[in-house]
């Protein structure tokens, strides 16, 4: 099981980005992906899930109406597109495929993580 994450980088406060997690070594239809971040000092922490094969999606009360998260099954890609970027976004934000098909199951295995930086 691998999970490459990308898209990360330095933008301004009320810009954008897209965010991509490359899953290999199983098909993520079948398993939930969630996006976690961690900021300086703080700990990790979820901030949006989705199960394809239910279609299901969870956000954190923090990033809803900002966060989108997709999937392309046929890429095993893993999407969050994320707009209007506060600087309170900035962390390294991580995949994870969750153990089960449900986001409110535990993560099992983590990308290495791309850092977001939100700075004027």
């Known amino acids: 099981v691998q999970l490459v994450e990308s898209g990360g980088g330095l933008v301004q406060p009320g810009g954008s980005l897209r965010l991509s997690c490359a899953a290999s070594?199983?098909?993520?239809?079948?398993?939930?992906i969630g996006w976690f971040r961690q900021a300086p000092g703080k700990e990790r922490e979820g901030v949006s899930c989705?199960?394809?094969?239910?279609?299901?999606?969870y956000y954190a009360d923090s990033v809803k109406g900002r966060f989108t998260i997709s999937t392309d099954n046929a890429k095993n890609t893993v999407y969050l597109q994320i707009k209007s970027l506060q600087l309170e976004d900035t962390a390294v934000y991580y995949c994870?495929?969750?153990?089960?098909?449900?986001?409110?199951?535990?993560?099992?295995?983590w990308g290495q993580g791309t850092q977001v930086t939100v700075s004027s």
């Open positions: 070594g199983f098909t993520s239809g079948y398993y939930a």
């Open positions: 989705i199960s394809s094969s239910h279609g299901t999606t």
């Open positions: 994870a495929r969750l153990q089960t098909y449900r986001c409110s199951s535990s993560p099992e295995y």
